[in-house]
């Protein structure tokens, strides 16, 4: 077994490091499932981030934000490096998703741990990052000294020994032709043709976008054009730069081309993009399918579908077990919210869901740092079973969270209240169906009491 682990552990990174994208998503779902199994965390938080980082690779955002919400919760556990590519991973989707304000945050975040672990050839492409930041701000100044910044670090650990870091030199070009300092442009394109190979680098691409602007900038559109053909030509089956360097002939061909040769460049590519377009979209959906495949189904069922937390068939499923595993005396909460029908007959049921996504949101975030087994039970009652060494620590961990909840608020100005029912157990073998039954039970008095305050189950 050990073997058969090491042996997909291997070809997973095999593949995500060439770039073999189709072969990784086929294994990478088996390879956390495996990983998880033997409690192997590192490679979990490793797998996720690679996992995020081929879906961003795809623009497939909305999956790449999901792999990084499952780390939320362990991040902080995890390695420095780690968290410094987790943190540069969601700067990267923010910035991808236009969201530049979050993007700079996770960047600054980045930066100040990378620069505590002189993590430098990371803080040198946060420093990049950064000032691709800036650049899209039209904050070239800034740019350009967060760029140096990464220039410097480039130097101090020999970088370019082998070749230069073109998408550092093409953001170089591109802030130089921004604030027209071409001469100092031209001459950064110059060093950099001077090497062999460099389109070989993945960056590559970048590069030559700079060279096409200055090349336009200057109004040499011939120049421009010719060398988009001789790109797309010699990229004809790389689909992804091919793609790249099409869009960017389009936009000069239009200054070079008469007219009538023009519309029908257009015709053909508008051609080519509805091909492709139906092309990605397939692709996507295999992608999306590798997703939700079998192992993910019994996931899909467990979750519920308002509030995007466990559900009362994950309780059932699981709780047995983990009632089994648990090593502390246990304690089984339950709450709902106060009048939730006359929240529902004021507000309308759009209020209510918000309410019980409120309610989800600030217990889960609190019963996870206690280690629960947290679910929505059903309408606005919501269950925890919860490792507590004593009766006391249960009185005032139930204090805290009610105050918390108390705290919260709905339709604008609306004070959330809750009342909550409680048991506490510390002799095994612990029983569901007890555990709720006495819990409900507590909460019931609540309810006969007034509500809006917590009662422990008292056995006669």
């Given at each position: ?71 939320e ?29 979050s ?50 670090i ?24 921004e ?100 092309q ?38 699981r709780?047995?077990?983990w ?39 600030c ?9 629960a ?88």
């Open positions: 077994m050990k073997r058969h682990t090491d042996v997909l552990f291997q070809k997973v990174n095999t593949h995500y490091e060439a770039q073999q994208y189709p072969q990784f998503f086929e294994l990478i779902d088996s390879a956390l499932l495996l990983a998880e199994q033997e409690g192997d965390m590192e490679t979990v938080v490793d797998f996720t981030l690679k996992k995020a980082a081929a879906y961003f690779h795809f623009s497939d955002y909305e999956i790449a934000i999901q792999a990084l919400k499952d780390l919760s362990s991040i902080d556990d995890q390695s420095d490096e780690a968290r410094i590519r987790y943190m540069n991973l969601k700067a990267a989707v923010y910035g991808a998703l236009n969201d530049l304000e993007c700079y945050r996770y960047l600054c975040d980045a930066k100040t741990l990378a620069e505590e672990q002189q993590s430098f050839e990371i803080l040198m492409v946060i420093e990049a990052n950064i000032t691709h930041y800036f650049f899209e701000k039209a904050r070239y100044d800034e740019a350009l000294v967060h760029l140096e910044r990464a220039f410097v480039c130097e101090q650990i020999n970088y370019e020994r082998k070749q230069p870091y073109v998408s550092l030199h093409a953001r170089y070009i591109s802030i130089c032709v604030q027209k300092k071409f001469e100092e442009a031209g001459a950064r394109i110059a060093y950099i043709e001077s090497y062999s190979n460099i389109e070989k680098q993945s960056y590559y691409k970048y590069f030559v976008k700079a060279v096409v602007v200055y090349e336009c900038a200057l109004q040499q559109y011939e120049r421009a054009y010719i060398r988009l053909q001789k790109e797309m030509q010699r990229f004809a089956q790389n689909e992804r730069m091919y793609d790249y360097f099409y869009e960017q002939f389009i936009d000069v061909a239009e200054h070079v081309e008469p007219l009538e040769q023009y519309i029908k460049t257009l015709e053909t590519y508008y051609e080519y993009i509805l091909e492709q377009q139906k990605q979209q397939q692709q996507r959906a295999e992608r999306i399918d590798m997703y939700f495949k079998v192992d993910h189904l019994e996931e899909l069922t467990w979750l519920d579908a308002l509030t995007q937390i466990k559900n009362r068939r994950y309780l059932q499923d709780a047995s077990d009632l089994n595993e648990v090593t502390t005396p246990v304690a089984a909460i339950i709450f709902d919210a106060d009048h939730f029908k006359k929240i529902n007959d004021t507000y309308g049921h759009d209020v209510g869901d918000e309410v019980i996504c409120l309610m989800a949101k217990a889960a975030a609190f019963f996870d740092k206690h280690k087994l947290f679910v929505r039970y059903g309408g606005d009652e919501f269950l925890a079973l919860c490792p507590i060494e004593n009766e006391d620590k249960l009185i005032l961990l139930l204090q805290t969270f009610q105050s918390m909840m108390h705290a919260q608020s709905y339709a604008k100005h609306e004070t959330l209240q809750i009342s909550i029912g409680a048991t506490f157990h510390d002799e095994r073998p612990y029983h569901l169906n007890q555990l709720i039954h006495e819990a409900d039970k507590a909460l019931y008095s609540v309810k006969q009491d007034g509500r809006h305050r917590f009662s422990i189950y008292a056995s006669s």
